[in-house]
C-alpha cells in the first residue's frame, strides 16, 4: 500500500491520479478528514487521519504503508501563520522529520519527500532551510528513499498561474508583481504525478533529483504564453516590489492570508532545475509549457475529474 500524506492537494492528488490508475492500492493521510474526505474518495483512495503537527497521530496512520510520500504543506502556503503553527520549518522542516521517523517505526520500505528546487542548508530564505532540513533528516534515516525537488508546477488546479488566469477572464491588465524578469522552469503537474509514481517504487530509484519542464522562461514570458494559449490579449501591468510588499503587510494581517511581504519574496524568486540527473535516471518525456497548458486551458480542452 502507498501512503500519500498530502494526497488531497494539488501535486499530491496529480500523484494519487497516477497511481490509482497504474492499479496501487492508495491511502491519503489528511489532517482534514470533514472538508477532504469526498475528494480523496473521488480520487479512487481511500482516507485516514493524521496531522504532521500531531506527532501521536502518525505511526496509526501511517500503519501498513509500504511506501510513504510526503506531498504536504500548511493550508496557508505561502504565508506563515506562527500563531497557528504553519511555517515551513514545522511542516517541511519538522514535519517531514517526523513523517520519516513514523514510516521507519512501521516498517515501511521507501519515502518519497516532495521537497523543492533551492533547497540548502546556508540559503537565506526560511523555506528552502526547511526544505533542506527535511531532506537531512531523511538521507539519514534508515529508509530507501527519493526526494524530488519541483520547479514551477503548473495544471489545472494550481494556486499560483491560475491567479493570473482569472484575472485574463476579469481584469483589463494582468498585475505582475516586479518587473516580472525572473527565470522560471515550469513543469506539468502530470510530470511530477509520473516522476512520483516512478520514485515510489520498491527498490529501483534512489537520490535527489531536481525536475523542471523543457522551457526556461522569464515571469513575462510564461504569461504572454498564457495568454496566447487562451486566445486572449491583455496588458501586463507590473507593480513594484516594494508597493506589493506595502499590500502584503495589510493582507497578511486577514484570518486566511493570500499575501504577505516574506511572500512578495517567495513569488519572485527564480525556480530553476538542473535535471540532468532526472532525465538520467527517470522514464519521463518533460511536457513543453504551452503543450501542458493546451490541455486544459485551449478553447475546448477538458479539465480532469476532481
Ligand atoms: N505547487 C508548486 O508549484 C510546488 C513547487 C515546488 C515544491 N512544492 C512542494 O510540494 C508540496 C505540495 O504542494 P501543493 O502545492 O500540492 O500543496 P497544497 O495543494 O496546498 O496541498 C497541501 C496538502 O497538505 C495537507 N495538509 C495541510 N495541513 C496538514 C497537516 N497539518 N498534516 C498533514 N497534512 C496537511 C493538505 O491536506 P488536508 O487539507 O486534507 O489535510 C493538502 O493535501 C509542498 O511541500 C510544496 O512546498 C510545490
Not at 34 to 40: A, T, Y
Request: one cysteine or more; charged letters at 20%.
Amino acid at each position: 500500500m502507498i501512503l500519500v500524506a498530502g494526497g488531497s492537494g494539488f501535486i499530491g492528488a496529480a500523484a494519487v491520479r497516477r497511481l490509482v490508475a497504474d492499479g496501487e492500492d492508495v491511502l491519503v493521510m489528511t489532517a482534514h478528514p470533514s472538508r477532504s474526505g469526498r475528494r480523496i474518495a473521488a480520487l479512487g483512495a481511500r482516507a485516514v487521519g493524521g496531522d504532521v503537527l500531531d506527532e501521536a497521530s502518525l505511526a496509526p496512520a501511517l500503519s501498513g504503508a509500504d511506501v510513504v510520500v510526503q506531498a504536504l504543506t500548511f493550508p496557508t502556503f505561502p504565508v506563515q501563520r506562527p500563531r497557528r503553527g504553519y511555517t515551513f520549518e514545522a511542516f517541511d522542516g519538522r514535519g517531514t522529520s517526523r513523517l520519516v521517523d513514523a514510516a521507519v517505526a512501521v516498517g515501511a520500505r521507501k519515502f518519497v519527500f516532495v521537497s523543492g528546487v533551492g533547497a540548502s542548508a546556508d540559503a537565506s530564505q526560511a523555506w528552502y532551510r526547511a526544505k533542506w532540513e527535511g531532506e537531512e533528516h531523511l538521507r539519514r534515516a534508515a529508509i530507501d528513499h527519493v526526494i524530488l525537488r519541483p520547479s514551477w508546477v503548473y495544471g489545472p488546479e494550481d494556486r499560483a498561474l491560475n491567479v493570473f488566469v482569472w484575472c485574463s477572464r476579469f481584469l483589463p491588465a494582468i498585475p505582475v508583481v516586479g518587473d516580472g524578469s525572473q527565470a522560471l522552469q515550469p513543469v506539468f503537474v502530470e510530470d511530477v504525478a509520473r516522476a512520483i509514481a516512478q520514485a515510489a517504487r520498491p527498490g529501483g530509484l534512489s537520490g535527489t533529483f531536481e525536475i523542471g519542464g523543457p522551457d526556461v522562461l522569464s515571469m513575462n514570458e510564461v504569461l504572454r504564453t498564457m495568454l496566447a494559449v487562451r486566445g486572449a490579449r491583455r496588458a501586463l501591468l507590473h507593480i513594484p516590489r516594494w508597493m506589493a510588499k506595502a499590500g502584503g503587510a495589510v493582507a497578511q494581517l486577514w484570518p486566511w492570508p493570500k499575501l504577505s511581504p516574506e511572500a512578495v519574496e517567495f513569488l519572485t524568486e527564480d525556480a530553476v532545475a538542473d535535471t540532468e540527473a532526472l532525465r538520467g535516471h527517470f522514464d519521463l518525456d518533460l511536457t513543453p509549457f504551452r503543450v501542458g497548458l493546451a490541455t486544459y486551458l485551449a478553447k475546448g480542452a477538458r479539465r480532469p475529474g476532481p
